[in-house]
Every structure is written in C-alpha cells, then in structure tokens.
C-alpha cells in the first residue's frame, strides 16, 4: 500500500532522527528550559529576519490542535471569539476544541466558492473581516453576542491554496484597524514557502510573517519531524504568560529538549543540499513531487478540482475507479463532485519517494485507458 492520504504518515527525517539519538544521553532541565530549545529559538530567529526590538518570542508546544487553542486563548477575553474562514481548520477539524476551552469560533459568512476563482479557495479576505467587525458594532444588540477578538487563517489553507503577500498586508491592515490579533495556522508552511519555486506570485516569506502577523507558527508536524510546531509571537501583550498557558492546556512537554533538538536541527543546513536549510529542503521535495502528481493527472485525462500550488492536490475521480485505486494507493476522499464523481485529495510529503509518485500516474493512466 503506497499512502497519499497525509503528509504526516512517516516518522522523521533521518536528519533530525540522528540529532535526537547524538543528544540522548545528555541531560538537560525539563519544559523547554534547556540549551537545545535556546539554540533552536536562535536559529528559528535569525531565519526570519527578526529584529530584537520586534520582541519576537518563540515557544515549542506539542501538536497542531494544541497550539491553536493555546494561543487563541492567550488572544481573547472571556467574551470574545475567532474570525475564520468556513473551512477553517479550528471549525472543522478539532472535535471543537476551542470551544471546549471557552471561546467560540466565527466562521464568516461564506462566498460561494464554486463562483470563486481557485486562488481563493479556503481564504478570507479583509473586506469580510471589516463587514463582521462593522456588523457586530451596529447591531443593536452587540452585547449579546459573542464580539470579534481575533483572525485566524491557515497557510496554506485546507484547500492548499495560499495567501499573497497583499493579500496578508491587506489582512493585517484591517486587523491593526480594529485591534485584532492576526494568527496564521503554519501547520504546512514549509509546503506553502515552498510554492514561490514555481510561481512567483507566492510571494509571501517568513519576513513578512514576521511584520504582518501578531503571531503565527512553524509547523513540524507535518514537515519531517516526529512531532512539534513553533509558535512565534510578535506581539508583546500575547506573549505576556504564555507559558502558563502551555502548562493549563497541556502544551508544556516536560522532555522539551526533544522538541529544541528537532527544530534545531530543522534550520541547520540540509546535509543533500547545504544552500537550504532542512525545512526549506523538505518543503522544496514535497512540492515539486505534488507539481508532477499534479501534471500526471491531467496526462491521464482527470481533471484538477483545484490547481494547488502546493503538496496537497485536488482530483476529480469517477465513483466506479475509486475501489479499484484504493487496492493499492490509501488517499482521501474530500467531498463529493456530482452523483457520479469524487474530490480525492493526495498528499506527497518531505519523504515521498519519486517512484511512488511514478506509480501512482501509472496507475491512473491504466484506469483511465490513456
């Protein structure tokens, strides 16, 4: 069984597996407070470009969902709830996790997507963020209903799209305007940084996550670690007692120097190819394997549901093939197309080998007869 399902179905790369096995035996203090995590955050910083009197401040917690509440607590007062896209990976994909911890997500009112171009599949825009904030200040009865506290988006998002830089700039403009903390779920990012290789209009870097966000994470989850994300704070007032936060939701990892022995390793140079760091390399694979799955579908006659730029694709698989495809390939179904037709979602990760990549086109274009 070769696995498209997810990007997460490995283990780690060998990499930061060998970093972990050279620093076993060594001891260290426990919750992050070790030389491994203070080498890891330095690292972490001087790729980003952060400058000290930006007072960015870098944490390790544990998993994806985790962290997003984590931090969405650590934004919001009692009153107040998150503005997210529809899909949105915090609405619905976490079993309401955040509103298990006391605050409600607001998904905005959705487009309708299928009149959208698919550049804008899975995003917000600042126009609607405003429209909610306005909305909620003229209603009549404002102090009734949950308040807009905060924005988060994913990139790239679940469609696998990605947000430009004006489109972030715009994003940050509107939240600044309202005084709205402006959170990007990075579980992927790797992957969307990685896009700008073959179209330059994914243009958005770490830099200006770093001016335009109050606070976003580096996923390691998902990008070739056994498990880990960075959350990067830029905004002093969500910073203040984050830890504490850590603690209460189950995010401080008492062994926290796995955590800084990955993610160090991560931003070391790539030992196959010394002019990236690890995590660029590994995003860098990843995407340029999902952009010749990609071209492999539509040589085998399936059309793109939508054209990702990044390690998640979107194909459009006729109901009667998909039994026979699964004997052999694991894949996600993602939604229906028609009566007749699936959305099947296929991943490549930083550990995809080329080969399976090769057999899977194979194996399409002997369904599809072509």
């Not at 917690?61 to 949105?88: D, E, F, K, S, Y």
């Not at 972030?168 to 309202?178: E, G, H, N, Q, W």
């Not at 290789?197 to 998902?222: M, N, Q, S």
Request: hydrophobic share 40%.
């Amino acid at each position: 069984m070769i696995r498209f399902s997810s990007d997460y179905t490995e283990g780690a790369h060998p990499q930061i597996l060998k970093a972990l096995i050279d620093t076993n035996m060594a001891q260290t203090g426990g919750y992050g407070e070790d030389p491994y995590c203070d080498e890891a955050k330095a690292l972490i910083l001087k790729a980003l470009g952060a400058e000290p009197s930006q007072h960015p401040v870098v944490h390790f917690l544990v998993g994806g969902t985790q962290t997003n509440l984590t931090v969405i607590a650590a934004c919001l007062r009692p009153h107040q709830g998150v503005l997210c896209a529809p899909t949105g990976h915090i609405n619905v994909h976490e079993t309401g996790a955040v509103e298990a911890c006391g605050h409600k997500v607001l998904p905005l009112p959705g487009i309708q997507e299928s009149s959208l171009p698919y550049r804008q599949y899975g995003k917000i825009t600042a126009a609607q963020v405003e429209e909610a904030v306005l909305s909620h200040q003229a209603n009549g009865a404002f102090e009734h209903i949950v308040q807009p506290g905060m924005v988060y988006i994913s990139h790239p998002t679940e469609y696998g799209t990605l947000y430009t830089k004006e489109e972030m700039t715009a994003l940050s403009a509107v939240c600044r305007k309202y005084g709205l903390p402006l959170f990007v779920d990075g579980a992927r990012l790797s992957y969307g940084l990685a896009a700008h290789k073959h179209d330059p209009a994914y243009d958005l870097t770490l830099r200006d996550l770093v001016e335009l966000t109050d606070v976003f994470y580096i996923g390691g989850t998902k990008v070739g670690l056994l498990f880990g994300e960075a959350v990067v704070i830029m905004n002093p007032a969500i910073a203040r007692d984050f830890r504490y936060l850590m603690k209460q939701k189950g995010g401080m990892l008492a062994k926290g120097r796995l955590l800084g022995v990955q993610f160090g390793s991560a931003f070391l140079p790539a030992e196959d190819d010394p002019g990236l760091t690890l995590y660029e390399s590994m995003g860098r694979h990843a995407v340029r394997l999902a952009q010749k799955m990609k071209e492999g579908f539509r040589s085998a006659g399936f059309p793109l549901f939508i054209d990702s730029p990044t390690n998640q694709q979107f194909i459009i698989l006729p109901d009667e093939l998909l039994p026979k495809l699964a004997e052999d390939f694991a894949f996600e179904p993602f939604d229906r197309f028609d009566e007749t037709h699936q959305i099947i979602r296929f991943c490549s990760s930083w550990a995809t080998p080329e080969e399976n990549v090769d057999t899977l086109i194979q194996a399409l274009h002997t369904l599809s007869g072509k």
